[in-house]
Structures are given as structure tokens and as C-alpha cells.
């Protein structure tokens, strides 16, 4: 007596990729890699491959993309997909670097033209400025941004603090000293002064004094800035 019996062996698994790069990035200027493919394998029979590329291409960027595809003999196939991007990542270098500097309110410098280098095309520059206000100093700062043509940015700042070390001065006609008779004083003038960095508020003040026969009116006008600096007149009358 004999039996046979037969066994049919059905491969419905895909060979399985090892190894490989799924993505890599080089810069705009460095050359294209040579990148080792995956390797595959299958737990029934041999594998076949075959490989495509697509390339596509913008302003910025340039991406080459493989599908790698194994397949066995039963049919069965597994795909991998290794990506190489040639991008530019890489903000703008200043050909100029500003350091902060202490001015006084006068000597307030134009904002510099400056220019940027990109290692894989043009960049151009803009600046803003803010004040912020405060006593004295008070701060300018300017935000300087260079920007290449994919939109990457470098962004240098320099802070301007002002100070004013000069005091204001009177711009109304002072009044000088007098002898008149007690009927005869006149009105306390109003004085008005500038300053070259900012408001300017004038105080006037008096004293009398009585010598004998004779009085003593004196008169301080006082101008401060808003740095506290102080420039004063005094008028004498007697």
C-alpha cells in the first residue's frame, strides 16, 4: 500500500528592502551623491529589480526621487523610495557688521546700506526702525534683514542710544537789568527756549529784598530739557 501526498507551497509574501536612504538633502552648490541602493531579499525565491527616476525642479530647489521595486517569482513586489533634495537652506551672510553705538541727539547717524552675500543666489536688504522713547538715553533700534530669492533670512540689529549732553537755549529776547521807580516795574516776561533733542520747559522764579531806600526784584528764568539740562537768565531790577 502507498499514499501520496502532495504539498503546495503558495509565496504570497513580498521581499523585504534593507539598507538604503530614504532622503538626503545637499546644498545648491555641492555635487550629487553617489547613494548605495537598498538591497532586498525574499524567503522563497530570488528577487528581480528595476528602478526609475523623476526629477523635478523649481526656483529653489531640485528633488530626484527613486522608486526601487524587488519582486519574486511568485509575483510579488514591495517598492522603496529614496529621495535626494538640492535646496538652498542657508540664510544670507552680511558683508558688514554693525556695532551699537552712544550719540548724542545731533550726531544721530543715517541708517547704513548695507549689502549681503548667498552662496546660492542674489539677496537683497531692507531695514526697520523703532524708537523707544525713555529719558535719557533713549534707544533707536534698527532691524536690518537680508533675504536670498527661496526666502531665507539673516537679520543683524544695532541699537542707537541717544543722549543730550547740551542744555537748552533761550530764543525770546532776555530782559536785562533796570533801576525804575516802584511804579515803574514791569510785567515778568515770558520767556520761550529750544533744545535740539526734544521739549524745553521754562520755570520763572522771584525774590525781593529790601535794602533800605532801595528794593531788590530779582528774576531767575530757569530752562531744563528733557535730559535735565539747564540753561538760566536772571534779571536785576531795582
Given at each position: 500500500?502507498?499514499?501520496?501526498?502532495?504539498?503546495?507551497?503558495?509565496?504570497?509574501?513580498?521581499?523585504?528592502?534593507e539598507?538604503?536612504?530614504?532622503?538626503?538633502?545637499?546644498?545648491?552648490?555641492?555635487?550629487?551623491?553617489?547613494?548605495?541602493?537598498?538591497?532586498?531579499?525574499d524567503?522563497?525565491?530570488?528577487?528581480?529589480f528595476?528602478?526609475?527616476?523623476?526629477?523635478?525642479?523649481?526656483?529653489?530647489?531640485?528633488?530626484?526621487?527613486?522608486?526601487?521595486?524587488?519582486?519574486?517569482?511568485?509575483?510579488?513586489?514591495?517598492?522603496?523610495?529614496?529621495?535626494?533634495?538640492?535646496?538652498?537652506?542657508?540664510?544670507?551672510?552680511?558683508?558688514?557688521?554693525?556695532?551699537?553705538?552712544?550719540?548724542?541727539?545731533?550726531?544721530?547717524?543715517a541708517?547704513?546700506?548695507?549689502?549681503?552675500?548667498?552662496?546660492?543666489?542674489?539677496?537683497t536688504v531692507?531695514?526697520?526702525?523703532?524708537?523707544?522713547?525713555?529719558?535719557?538715553?533713549?534707544?533707536?533700534?534698527?532691524?536690518?534683514?537680508?533675504?536670498?530669492?527661496?526666502?531665507?533670512?539673516?537679520?543683524?540689529?544695532?541699537s542707537?542710544?541717544?543722549?543730550?549732553?547740551?542744555p537748552?537755549?533761550?530764543?525770546?529776547?532776555?530782559?536785562?537789568?533796570?533801576?525804575?521807580?516802584?511804579?515803574?516795574?514791569?510785567?515778568?516776561?515770558?520767556?520761550?527756549?529750544?533744545?535740539?533733542?526734544?521739549?524745553?520747559?521754562?520755570?520763572?522764579?522771584?525774590?525781593?529784598?529790601?535794602?533800605?531806600?532801595?528794593?531788590l526784584?530779582?528774576?531767575?528764568?530757569?530752562?531744563?530739557?528733557?535730559?535735565?539740562?539747564?540753561?538760566?537768565h536772571?534779571?536785576?531790577?531795582?
Amino acid at each position: 500500500t502507498s499514499m501520496t501526498q502532495l504539498i503546495f507551497v503558495q509565496d504570497d509574501s513580498s521581499p523585504v528592502f534593507e539598507g538604503g536612504t530614504a532622503y538626503t538633502h545637499i546644498d545648491c552648490n555641492e555635487a550629487w551623491p553617489i547613494i548605495a541602493p537598498p538591497t532586498a531579499s525574499d524567503n522563497c525565491s530570488e528577487t528581480t529589480f528595476s528602478q526609475f527616476t523623476i526629477e523635478e525642479s523649481n526656483d529653489c530647489s531640485t528633488v530626484r526621487t527613486t522608486t526601487f521595486t524587488a519582486s519574486d517569482a511568485c509575483g510579488n513586489m514591495s517598492t522603496f523610495v529614496q529621495v535626494v533634495e538640492q535646496s538652498d537652506l542657508d540664510g544670507p551672510v552680511f558683508t558688514t557688521t554693525l556695532t551699537d553705538l552712544n550719540v548724542s541727539c545731533e550726531q544721530i547717524p543715517a541708517a547704513a546700506s548695507l549689502s549681503a552675500t548667498d552662496n546660492c543666489s542674489s539677496a537683497t536688504v531692507t531695514v526697520e526702525e523703532e524708537v523707544f522713547p525713555g529719558n535719557c538715553p533713549y534707544e533707536i533700534r534698527r532691524t536690518y534683514r537680508a533675504t536670498d530669492l527661496c526666502g531665507n533670512s539673516t537679520v543683524q540689529v544695532q541699537s542707537i542710544f541717544v543722549s543730550d549732553n547740551m542744555p537748552p537755549s533761550f530764543v525770546s529776547e532776555l530782559p536785562q537789568d533796570l533801576t525804575v521807580s516802584c511804579e515803574e516795574v514791569p510785567a515778568a516776561a515770558v520767556l520761550e527756549a529750544s533744545d535740539d533733542c526734544g521739549s524745553v520747559s521754562v520755570v520763572m522764579e522771584e525774590s525781593f529784598a529790601s535794602l533800605g531806600c532801595t528794593s531788590l526784584l530779582s528774576r531767575r528764568w530757569t530752562a531744563t530739557d528733557q535730559c535735565g539740562n539747564q540753561v538760566q537768565h536772571e534779571q536785576n531790577i531795582t
